[in-house]
C-alpha cells in the first residue's frame, strides 16, 4: 500500500523506533527525497540506510521546505532539546505525531504555538520486524485525511489501534509498549530455571527462546483466546498442572504482573507531568 504522502515528512530521532518506522515507510514505497531526518548520533545500521537512500540528515531546519508531517521519535529525557532545535518545523502547524512515551499532546500543541492536529502514538518493539502494535488517538485538529496518513504511517510497522482518549495511553504504554521486556525477562527467568536443574546454558537459551517464541506465534496464527490455550497444553495431573499450580497460586504470576504493570502506569503519568 502506497503512503498517501503529498509532501515533506520530517522525522525527528532516528534511533531504534524511528529506524523501525522509516524502514517500514521505504518498505511500502515512500520516495527517499520525501523524508528528511533530524538525529545527532543515528545508530550505525539507521546511518546506514540514511546514507545508501540519500535521505537528507540534519539539514537547517530553518532553510526546510514546510513539511507535511512531523513524526517525534525522540526519548522523553532529550525532548526538550530535539524540539527547540526543531522549532522551525512548527511554524507552519504541520501534522504532528508523537511516538514518545509520557508526552502530552499539549506538549506538541504548544511547541506549534497554537491548534496544531496533533496525534500521539504508543507503538512497541517489534515494530522493528514488522510485528508492533500501536494505539493512536488524534487530537480535534486533526482532520479525516490526516487521520489516514497518520494511520497508514504507524501502520507500516504493525497493527494500530485507534482511541478516543488520550488517558488511555498510559495504560497501553504499561500493557503493550513496555510488554515486550516482560516476555524478555520472563525469558531470562526461564532460562535460569532450566539451568537450575541441570540443562547447559546453550541448550537452556535454546529451549526458552524457542518456546516464548513459537508460543507468541502459535496465539497468534490461531485466533484462540490464551486461556483456551493455556487448557489445550494441560493435562491433568501432569508436568504442566504442577507447574501452573505455583505460577496460578494467590502469591504467583497474576499478582506481580498487575503490581508491575501498575508501576509502569504510574511512571508514564509521572513521565505526562514532566
Excluded at 529525557?77 to 509520557?102: C, N
Excluded at 510485528?131 to 497508514?152: E, F, P
Excluded at 507500516?156 to 509498549?177: C, I, K, M, Y
Amino acid at each position: 500500500m502506497k503512503l498517501p504522502l503529498a509532501g515533506t515528512l520530517a522525522l525527528i530521532g532516528a534511533g531504534k523506533m524511528g529506524g523501525a518506522l522509516l524502514e517500514g515507510w521505504l518498505r511500502q514505497g515512500i520516495d527517499p527525497r520525501q523524508v528528511v531526518a533530524f538525529d545527532p548520533h543515528p545508530p550505525p545500521e539507521v546511518a546506514a540506510v540514511l546514507n545508501e537512500r540519500n535521505i537528507r540528515h540534519n539539514p537547517d531546519a530553518a532553510a526546510l521546505e514546510p513539511p507535511e508531517v512531523v513524526l517525534v521519535a525522540v526519548k522523553p529525557q532529550f525532548m526538550d532539546e530535539a524540539l527547540m532545535q526543531a522549532k522551525p518545523l512548527a511554524r507552519h502547524q504541520p501534522l504532528v505525531i508523537s511516538v514518545a512515551a509520557g508526552k502530552t499532546i499539549a506538549t506538541f500543541e504548544q511547541w506549534c504555538d497554537g491548534d496544531a492536529p496533533v496525534v500521539r502514538a504508543m507503538p512497541n518493539t517489534p515494530a522493528a520486524v514488522g510485528r508492533g502494535i500501536t494505539a493512536m488517538v488524534a487530537n480535534s485538529q486533526v482532520d479525516a485525511a490526516q487521520r489516514a496518513l497518520a494511520l497508514a504511517l504507524l501502520s507500516a510497522v504493525g497493527e494500530v489501534v485507534p482511541l478516543e482518549e488520550e488517558a488511555l495511553l498510559d495504560a497501553v504504554t504499561a500493557v503493550s509498549g513496555s510488554g515486550p521486556a516482560y516476555v524478555f525477562y520472563l525469558t531470562e527467568c526461564l532460562t535460569e530455571a532450566g539451568r537450575a536443574i541441570g540443562l547447559d546454558e546453550a541448550l537452556a537459551v535454546k529451549l526458552a527462546r524457542a518456546t516464548v517464541a513459537g508460543a507468541g506465534e502459535l496465539m497468534r496464527q490461531s485466533g484462540l483466546a490464551a486461556d483456551v490455550l493455556r487448557q489445550n497444553v494441560t493435562s491433568p495431573k501432569g508436568t504442566t498442572q504442577a507447574a501452573l499450580e505455583v505460577l496460578m497460586a494467590a502469591d504467583g504470576l497474576a499478582p506481580l504482573m498487575r503490581r508491575a504493570v501498575a508501576a509502569a502506569h504510574r511512571r508514564s503519568k509521572e513521565l505526562g507531568k514532566t
